[in-house]
């Protein structure tokens, strides 16, 4: 009798810990990752040494990884191989990208967090929005992200010797 009280008690406590973490688990950090895993797709590229017009084309892989609040790409192929550092922004359907650290401040000319203020926050329905609003100017550029409706992933890496697009689907 004593030994079934005693599962008793404990598959009460085990349910009532599991609800205890999930109800304290961030929305967020399940929608994130989410995005991580292995996309396979195309790497298409304007190749410097040929014509603007010339393109090629080739098979790629990038591996999404979470490294705290950020997420690490490694996209390569035969002859393309980088890493890159991304923040996630939630916009509806779409999770977008920025860039983070150096590479932020290289492109955008400031660092993160030396808000610009473009517009009334106030008014912002989305993470993305509020990035804009809070960290670029309207000309600032972004170079790709994730659609969550059909597990895919689009980005632009800009590179020394041309952009490199890569498209996959998880």
Do not use: P
Not at 7 to 24: D, H, Y
Not at 45 to 53: C, L, P, Y
Not at 91 to 118: I, K, P, V
């Amino acid at each position: 009798m004593k030994t079934i009280k005693n599962k008793q008690l404990a598959s009460i406590l085990v349910l009532l810990l599991t609800i205890l973490f999930i109800g304290c688990t961030k929305n967020d950090d399940v929608i994130y990752s989410d995005v991580v895993g292995v996309y396979e797709g195309t790497l298409t590229t304007d190749v410097a040494d040929k014509s603007i017009n010339s393109k090629s084309n080739s098979t790629a892989t990038a591996i999404v990884t979470m490294v705290g609040d950020e997420i690490e790409v490694h996209c390569f192929n035969d002859d393309f191989d980088t890493t890159i550092m991304l923040n996630l922004y939630e916009d509806g359907d779409m999770l977008n990208t920025c860039l983070t650290g150096t590479d932020f401040e290289n492109m955008y000319g400031h660092m993160m967090g030396q808000s610009n203020m473009n517009g009334n926050m106030q008014n912002m329905s989305s993470e993305w929005m509020q990035h804009l609003n809070n960290e670029h100017q309207n000309s600032d550029e972004h170079f790709g992200g994730f659609n969550m409706l059909n597990n895919s992933f689009d980005y632009t890496f800009k590179m020394e010797t041309g952009d490199f697009h890569f498209r996959g689907i998880k």
